[in-house]
């Protein structure tokens, strides 16, 4: 449909320089899209009234026989991106039944008793997702519109709390799951885990196939419950995990074949040492780390015949490091090796390919650069974090109409 529009105003500047002309055009954009969403929705209204069947309906059922009651009626406010304006609610009376109905929403797109489109709270959801809610505020105000901190808020949960996450059963059988602590009001430093399971993509990178809050020690089953059924439509499934034993608690499955992943391996060993009271860069500190090191350096493809050798090769110097440690009375790290050497080369075991990366700590590192931004709830933590993994990840966003179908011409 064309839509004739004319805008005039008088607008002073005190000289032609570029910023003055910026804050003036700030000023009067509101007014602008105010006047143009005004005149478009009684366009559109005048052109409903005259179809067959109206694009709404009364309660009675009828959508054909309406007339006119006002185009003027008691002023709506809508939030849009570009700010809040305010619109006028066109009435009309059905001549079925004699009851009046307000339009307005109807033809623009908006949810009855609701400020603003889905297409709209997508948005804002993203933008607070992706910067703390009062930087928000402030870049939306710097370009001009005026939305608050408690809008994008609210537009957080609720956009966030409807994403769901699932596997693809078109991606790799394999995945890497992960937590990392997350800042809770009421509750002394991390109060709580975030728990994120990702799954690899055939062409290179990842995709969140889940995501739960909740204890250090539990919540993993809540994650995995609803994958349980994707997950056994593979053959086989890989699970690379950090060696948690509360994350093989929350998923059992017959097809999942667990690993330890051997980017981990090196790092909590150093902890290991710190506790067993090994002095960072000593002798024996620098033995144990080079030949874990060692151990855990595989090569991506090797052909088949090898594997047996290196499986054979790569136990023996573990067994031999655990015997060291026993020997120099590390007793930390010995337990802790011990109860890593079932698991770290079982893809390799199946032919699989036994290189692992933590690939989720990248995911992690997404997570930290927002959610160390002040503390929160569980809930809140939880659809922020939807959000912007979906998007950075999931390939989410906020879905705006198609650029192509709106033409303009300059008269």
Known sequence: MKIECNFNYSVEVEECNIDYLTSGFKQIQEMVFTDFAKTSL????????????????????????????????????????????????MQVQCKSCGKK???????????????????????????????????AEKILGMVGIGIDRMKVWRCVQKVGKAIVFDLDPEELPCGEADGTGIPIIGIKKRGQELKVFIQK????????????????????????????????????????????TSIFNGIKCVNVILQRCLWHIPHQLKHCLWADKVKRKSADWLEIIGKIYNIVSLRSYMETDDIDALLLAKRTQLNSLITLCAERGYNGCESYLTNARPDMFSALEKRLNGKSSSLAERVMRTVNMRVNVGKWTPQGALNAMNLRLAHYYNDWRPGEPDAKGVKIVRL
């Not at 003027?72 to 006028?88: C, F, H, S, W, Y």
């Not at 109905?101 to 623009?108: C, D, K, V, Y």
């Not at 062409?203 to 204890?215: D, F, N, P, T, Y």
């Open 201 to 244: 993509k055939i062409g290179g990178g990842v995709r969140i196939a889940g995501l739960a809050i909740g204890k250090y020690d539990a919540g993993w089953d809540k994650l995995f419950a609803p994958l349980r059924e994707t997950i056994m439509s593979f053959e086989n499934f890989l699970l690379v995990t950090d060696g948690d």
């Open 42 to 89: 009684e366009q559109f209204g005048d052109s409903a009234m005259k179809e067959a069947a109206k694009p709404f309906c009364c309660t009675c059922g009828n959508n054909k026989d309406f007339i006119w009651k006002t185009k003027d009626a008691k002023p709506m406010k809508i939030t849009t991106i570009r700010g809040e304006i305010e619109l006028p609610q």
């Open 101 to 135: 109905m307000f339009i307005s929403r109807a033809l623009l797109g908006i949810e009855k008793y609701q400020k603003m489109s889905l297409t709209t709270q997508k948005m804002l959801a993203l933008v607070g997702a992706l910067t703390p809610f009062r930087v």
